[in-house]
């Protein structure tokens, strides 16, 4: 197998984006944007709901 070099590989992200919102907010962003969650700290549940509109011949993510 071929050495990988993986200087050729790396990706640069732009500094993340904190979002604190108050409970009962929503966010809505592009589902193509990198995007994850923080830990929750709290000893309660955190609900999220996600939905994907798409036309039927677009590949789903």
């Known amino acids: 197998m071929a050495a990988v070099d993986r200087m050729r590989y790396t990706v640069r992200c732009p500094r993340p984006i904190n979002l604190e919102a108050k ?3 929503i966010s809505m962003f592009d589902g193509r944007v990198l995007h994850g969650g923080a830990v929750n700290h709290s000893d309660k549940f955190r609900y999220v709901m996600t939905n994907s509109c798409v036309m039927s ?3 789903q993510q």
């Open 23 to 25: 409970a009962g907010t």
């Open 57 to 59: 011949f677009i590949r």
